[in-house]
C-alpha cells in the first residue's frame, strides 16, 4: 500500500484522502502537547511558512500513546497549537500510533523505514524509556516516541525517517532537498 491509499479523520470525523497531498513533498508528524519535544511545533510552523508555497505540507497527527502527553480532546490539543505556536499546517484526530490500534499509515510509514535508534544527546534517557514503551506494544511498537517524523517525496515514497532527538536543521536540510 502507498501513502497516497491512506485516508486520514480530521478532529470533526471528516476523511481526507492522503492522495489529494500528491505531488507535494510531505513531512508526517505523530505529535504531544505535553512532551519535551513539543517545542518543536515552533521549528516545525517556520518550517512549514517557508516552503509551503513550494509545495510543502506538514500533517499532524496527536498521539497519547507516550507517558499520557496529549490526554486533551482534539479541539483542546488544535488550540493549544495555533494559540501557542501559532501552528496553520493540517491537524488530525488523535490517534493511536502502536498496538492492535495504530493508524495503519504509521505502521506502512514505520515499517518501510524502521527505528534506526536515537542520536544526539538526549538519546540515552530516550533509549531507556522507550524500552518500556516495547514491552508495552511489543512487536507492534513501530514508534518509539512523540514526534517522529516521517518525510514522504513528491511521488509519494517514503524518503526518510527522523527520531525527536534528530536536530531540526536537519529535518529542514532533507525537506529543502525534496523541494
Known sequence: MAVYDHVAVKPDGTEVSLSDYAGKVLLIVNTATGCGFTPQYEELEAMYAKYREQGF????FPCNQFANQAPESD?????FCTLKFGTEFPQFKKGDVNGENANPLFVELATE?????FDGLKAVVMNKVAK???KE?????YIKWNFTKFLIARDGTIVERFEP???????????????
Open 57 to 60: 505540507e506538514i500533517l499532524d
Open 75 to 79: 479541539e483542546e490539543i488544535h488550540q
Open 113 to 117: 523505514k524502521p527505528f534506526q535508534g
Open 132 to 134: 518500556s514503551v516495547d
Open 137 to 141: 506494544f511489543g512487536e507492534k511498537a
Open 165 to 179: 532527538t534528530a536536530k531540526m536543521s536537519k529535518v529542514e536540510e532533507a525537506v529543502a532537498a525534496q523541494l
